[in-house]
């Protein structure tokens, strides 16, 4: 069945949240949901009574391979059949007016829409003031005269809808990688884009919840952030867009505040039996991949 609408949801052990996210979402027939399960824990979901397996237009997908949310995103995109394709994390959720934005935006001819969303803290529903990611890079558009900022800065997944046909014939999809899967993704969803519409309709309530991924500090994800800021900054730079870089020495920095010998674990192991000029370079080596 073709759908005007595809939500990607990827989702690891936190079920009630996730039941949450559905039940923010209007019921339509012509909207599909796509839920990705990346490997939970038998102990914390009950698989018998899964949030959503008794909805015709919600399809599961129960992925054992492990490999994060990039991953279960690539597995969603791989069976979308909507015109317009959206994501969610399933700790977040989507506003009361998600229903008037899919009715104006459904026969425009935009490649993206992008929207702003509010942000609050995932217990108590208490508003933050951060975390607003299209909000804050308006006034550089405005400054540029141009949505280059939205279409270079703008790495989440969650406030932008996208044509389908855009992704599909540019072979668009996220890295597979253990943080910052998304910013590959947006970057070249901005690069493709021919046509762009900012909508002043609030589509997504942003949660600020501690252990959520964006928020962890481990060498694992540490290293897959700066190999994907390095990886977008040279394709920045080969577009002459390098003043919208990602900044990566954060990343270098945070480093420092966990032990040597974890972010030794994460580097080839065979690096410590070298000289450290070799050291140094199989370093650089690593990020490069």
């Known amino acids: 069945m073709n759908y005007n609408f595809t939500i990607i949801i990827p989702h690891k052990n936190i079920p009630t949240l996730l039941q949450r996210c559905l039940e923010s979402i209007p019921q339509r027939k012509d909207l599909q949901i796509i839920i990705v399960d990346d490997n939970s824990d038998s102990e914390i979901v009950d698989f018998d009574n899964f949030p959503g397996d008794r909805n015709d237009n919600i399809t599961i997908i129960f992925d054992k391979t492990g490999l994060g949310a990039g991953h279960a995103r690539n597995c969603g995109l791989d069976i979308a059949s909507g015109k317009w394709i959206l994501f969610a994390d399933c700790d977040d959720f989507f506003s009361n007016d998600f229903n008037v934005f899919l009715n104006k935006y459904l026969s425009s001819e935009s490649d993206v829409i992008y929207f702003p969303n509010d942000t609050v803290d995932c217990e108590t529903l208490k508003p933050l003031n951060l975390d607003l990611k299209v909000q804050s890079l308006l006034p550089l558009c405005e400054k540029k005269k141009n949505y280059d900022p939205l279409r270079y800065l703008s790495h989440n997944p969650w406030c932008k809808m996208v044509r389908h046909d ?116 199989n370093i650089i080596d690593f990020i490069r991949k």
């Open 166 to 281: 855009l992704i599909e014939r540019n072979k668009i999809r996220f890295q597979e990688v253990k943080a910052s899967n998304d910013v590959w993704y947006s970057t070249m969803v901005g690069y493709y884009a021919k046509q762009i519409e900012v909508s002043n309709i609030h589509v997504y309530v942003r949660t600020v919840r501690q252990g959520s991924l964006q928020y962890s500090l481990n060498a694992e994800c540490l290293l897959a952030r700066i190999q994907v800021g390095y990886k977008v900054n040279r394709f920045l730079k080969s577009i002459n867009k390098i003043e919208y870089y990602n900044e990566t020495w954060g990343y270098f920095c945070d480093l420092r505040k966990i032990s040597f010998w974890l972010f030794l674990r994460n580097v080839p192991s065979y690096i410590t039996k070298t000289p450290m000029v070799a050291l140094k370079k």
